[in-house]
């Protein structure tokens, strides 16, 4: 079956600490985002590749890094200077051109 | 002001009761989307659309280009419709704005 998948479903970090979100899709898609999902808030663009090799920043990109290295593959990292990082975070994907995009199931995020 | 607006915030309804959850926004667009998102937290996409009216089973979404407004509707209301339904406009990117959500509970 063609998906999205993130993993790990919880992550805890401590303080200082950086950690790597990850999502995979083997829909063969060419752009894939990164969204935060806060209590009472729409979600938020945190960072989006439209193709292998290359990525933009989002409306809020400061304290997380990415890469993309394979098509299937895009990697998210809270780095330490994220001050704020507990939230739900969300992968998606799409062929391109505003076309539908695909949802992973979504990884929550909570500081010790 | 958000860029887009959705009402009601929070909506209750009895089995089999008629549900429309509307959206209001104030940028120029290329496209319209309706995601549902359950109590897990997955986001599943109802409907991409640009103009006039989409079905699919029991939902329904419209939108009026002119008046920045669209409206989901659901027929039939079930219990299992309850979830959070999700606006995000899409503008000259390839980036959507999303509206904050309604959180919709059907009561058998």
């Known amino acids: 079956d063609g998906g999205i998948t993130q993993s790990p479903k919880y992550l805890f970090r401590k303080e200082g600490q950086n950690v790597t979100l990850s999502c995979e899709q083997n829909l063969n898609h060419d752009a894939m985002y990164w969204y935060r999902q806060d209590p009472g808030q729409g979600l938020r663009l945190i960072y989006y590749?439209?193709?292998?090799?290359?990525?933009q920043k989002g409306d809020i990109a400061e304290g997380y890094s990415v890469s993309r290295e394979k098509k299937e593959s895009f990697p998210l990292t809270v780095t330490s200077a994220q001050k704020n990082p507990t939230a739900f975070y969300l992968c998606a994907s799409t062929t391109g051109g505003g076309e539908t995009q695909y949802f992973g199931p979504g990884t929550r995020l909570l500081v010790l | 002001k958000n860029e887009v607006e959705q009402s009601p915030q929070n909506l209750t309804a009895q089995e089999g009761e008629f549900i429309t959850i509307n959206c209001s926004y104030s940028?120029?667009?290329?496209?319209l989307h309706w995601l549902q998102q359950h109590p897990g937290g997955g986001i599943v996409s109802l409907f991409m659309l640009s103009s006039g009216k989409k079905k699919h089973g029991r939902l329904i979404a419209t939108i009026n280009i002119q008046e920045k407004h669209s409206s989901l509707h659901i027929t039939a209301s079930h219990p299992r419709d309850s979830a959070v339904y999700i606006c995000?406009?899409?503008?000259?990117?390839?980036?959507?704005?999303f509206g904050t959500g309604t959180r919709l509970q059907v009561f058998p």
């Open positions: 590749s439209q193709i292998v090799n290359d990525f």
């Open positions: 940028v120029g667009i290329s496209a």
């Open positions: 995000a406009v899409k503008i000259w990117t390839d980036k959507l704005i």
